[in-house]
């Protein structure tokens, strides 16, 4: 069985620090690594892929990956009300199956 | 506009009934995926398609069916539901290569009573 696991929260941050969000899996196999954020009540939205070691940075999010460790991270950085939802970690070994944590849902209070 | 569109949004059924969620996408994705999501449990993949014809199972396929006759359209199958396939399902569609960035459906809420 390839787990996926997340913390699930809630994780709460005041407005403008950095949310650290992490996901460890178990398949050393796994080759892709996905951020997703789900807003109540709506579905999975990409935020960012990443597959190879180390930092990968978009805006305010960074993902970080260390496959030694066998775990992926996003970043948040100034952290905005507007970023409050569930986010959601999903790896792929040979992108046709995926498998997703349970989520992580992030607060930020204003 | 690209967009995933799944109905019924929302169904209620009784055991024993067979039902079909429909998926289709406007964006002439290969990839096609359901996904049926649970507290607690997260996302779980149920059936995926990697193009017309092409069908293999995720991770909890049972009691469930799928096609895909259409590149656009990949229906979900329930043949005979039953209470413990109350969820909420998701559709997603992506190209194959690249970032696989994974387009959802607005997702189907059923209830087997």
């Known amino acids: 069985q390839k787990e996926v696991e997340q913390n699930s929260g809630p994780l709460s941050v005041p407005e403008g620090a950095i949310a650290s969000l992490n996901c460890t899996y178990s398949d050393r196999g796994s080759q892709s690594f996905f951020w997703y954020r789900q807003y109540s009540g709506k579905s999975p939205e990409l935020i960012m892929f990443i597959y190879s070691n180390g930092d990968k940075e978009d805006g305010r999010f960074t993902a970080q990956l260390n496959k030694a460790s066998q775990y992926v991270s996003l970043l948040i950085r100034d952290s905005q009300p507007s970023d409050s939802a569930t986010y959601l970690c999903?790896?792929?070994?040979?992108?046709?199956?995926?498998?997703f944590g349970s989520g992580t849902k992030l607060n930020v209070k204003p | 506009e690209a967009q995933v569109t799944q109905n019924p949004r929302y169904l209620i059924t009784v055991t024993g009934k067979k039902l079909t969620v429909t998926c289709s996408q406007n964006m002439n994705h290969e990839y096609m995926s359901w996904y049926r999501q649970d507290p607690g449990l997260g996302l779980r993949q149920i059936y995926y398609s990697m193009n017309v014809e092409v069908t293999d199972k995720g991770d909890v396929p049972e009691g469930y069916k799928v096609s895909r006759k259409e590149k656009r359209n990949f229906p979900l199958i329930l043949e005979s539901p039953s209470p413990n396939q109350t969820s909420l399902y998701f559709c997603?569609?992506?190209?194959?290569?690249?970032?696989?960035?994974?387009?959802f459906g607005q997702g189907t809420r059923l209830t087997v009573v």
């Open positions: 997603a569609s992506s190209i194959t290569g690249g970032d696989w960035e994974a387009f």
């Open positions: 999903a790896v792929t070994y040979n992108f046709n199956k995926f498998y």
